[in-house]
């Protein structure tokens, strides 16, 4: 199997170090990551300049690791290009979750997304960073994460979340809540107005999401689709308004 690995924290994270260490289990692994870091850049793609790519600047243990001037989805789109299209592309582990809206943002998930388009499996991992991730904790629960859906070939986008300390695997499904928009305002230290973007939710996490999940210590895998039609809706619609 190849196995490429990107994330969208950037060539030094620790996180992508653990990911390319666990995925060389299960196949030849390299490795395309932003030369900087990218969180929070959603599917954004680079149109308006020329892309390059540079020797790693530090060793991942035999895995040839490269790092690019640019997104995420940039280094799927470069990596497969440089490698004859690998089986399936792994993001991550991102330092910090990729959970419920979020996924709307994530540079982590965009990755997978990416590798979907091209035809590749696509799966994204994340961890909360509220206390410093323990990857050797959770190496036996990614690897358990990634045997179970790299057996599967039905599943081609999946977003997993793992906690802190697991206790169980759960399937689940995208946590949607409403939140609450908040911006902070505050002064630079040369008197300058900025702000910040915040939210605070408005919803508790319902039983079987992804989020229920990780606040009850499970590993989250979440199937998903590129597909964003509600089908119900349309349904209604062509029903209640034809169009002749």
């Not at 692994?29 to 790693?56: C, F, N, W």
């Not at 490269?66 to 582990?93: E, F």
């Not at 697991?166 to 902070?184: A, C, E, F, H, M």
Request: contains cysteine.
């Amino acid at each position: 199997m190849k196995i490429l690995v990107t994330n969208d924290d950037g060539i030094y994270s620790p996180g992508l170090a653990a990911l390319a260490k666990i995925a060389s289990r299960f196949g030849e692994v390299k490795i395309v990551a932003p030369d900087v870091e990218q969180s929070s850049m959603g599917h954004a793609i680079t149109a308006s300049r020329p892309l390059s790519y540079k020797k790693s600047p530090i060793d991942f243990a035999g895995i040839d690791a490269y790092r690019v001037n640019g997104t995420p989805a940039d280094c799927v789109a470069l990596g497969q290009h440089l490698w004859d299209k690998p089986d399936v592309v792994l993001s991550g582990i991102n330092l910090g979750p990729n959970l419920g809206n979020a996924m709307w943002h994530s540079g982590t998930l965009a990755a997978a997304k990416q590798a979907v388009l091209f035809g590749i499996k696509g799966i994204a991992l994340s961890t909360p960073t509220d206390i410093e991730p323990d990857f050797d904790a959770l190496d036996p629960f990614v690897e358990k994460a990634l045997d179970l859906l790299f057996k599967n070939p039905h599943l081609n986008l999946v977003n997993v979340n793992f906690p802190h300390d697991p206790k169980g695997v759960r399937w689940t499904r995208q946590s949607v809540r409403l939140y609450d928009n908040n911006i902070v305002p505050a002064l630079d230290p040369m008197g300058r107005k900025h702000y910040w973007f915040t939210v605070v939710p408005l919803e508790p996490a319902e039983e079987g999401t992804d989020r229920w999940a990780i606040e009850n210590h499970f590993v989250s895998i979440t199937p998903l689709r590129l597909d964003l039609t509600n089908e119900a809706e349309l349904i209604k619609a062509q029903l209640a308004y034809p169009i002749t």
